[in-house]
């Protein structure tokens, strides 16, 4: 069993940057894939960002490829992502999650997730 515990958020203002990170306890960290998903007021849950188990492949929903990052540690048993240039329509609460397999971009594929934070974006 892993449990996540997401932090960083925050509010920030349009074209600033924001690190989001996600520690994790429980199970051999390094044996799981991770995502960060986010949902936003009325909206489904939507993929931002996975990253394999030793953090070699990343991938990128398309309207986060170049702003936003996607890095693990598997020393410190964090997964982080780093945003920068956000712009409003980033405002949701942010989740990461865990699963075993390859990386998917369907959040009912991920088996363990954090609470969430709350990231606000201000134009």
């Known amino acids: 069993q892993v449990q996540l515990v997401e932090s960083g958020g925050g509010l920030v203002q349009a074209g600033g940057s924001l690190r989001l990170s996600c520690a994790a306890s429980?199970?051999?960290?390094?044996?799981?894939?991770l995502g960060w998903f986010r949902q936003a007021p009325g909206k489904e849950r939507e993929f931002v960002a996975g990253?394999?188990?030793?953090?070699?492949?990343?991938y990128y929903a398309d309207s986060m490829k170049g702003r936003f990052t996607i890095s693990r540690d598997n020393s410190k048993i964090t997964v982080y992502l780093q945003m920068n240039s956000v712009k409003p329509e980033d405002t949701a609460v942010y989740y990461c999650?865990?699963?075993?397999?390859?990386?998917?971009?369907?959040?009912?594929?991920?088996?363990?997730w954090g609470q969430g934070t709350q990231v606000t974006v201000t134009s």
């Open positions: 999650a865990a699963r075993r397999m390859g990386v998917t971009t369907t959040p009912h594929d991920y088996y363990y």
């Open positions: 429980g199970g051999i960290f390094s044996s799981y894939v």
């Open positions: 990253i394999s188990w030793n953090g070699g492949s990343t």
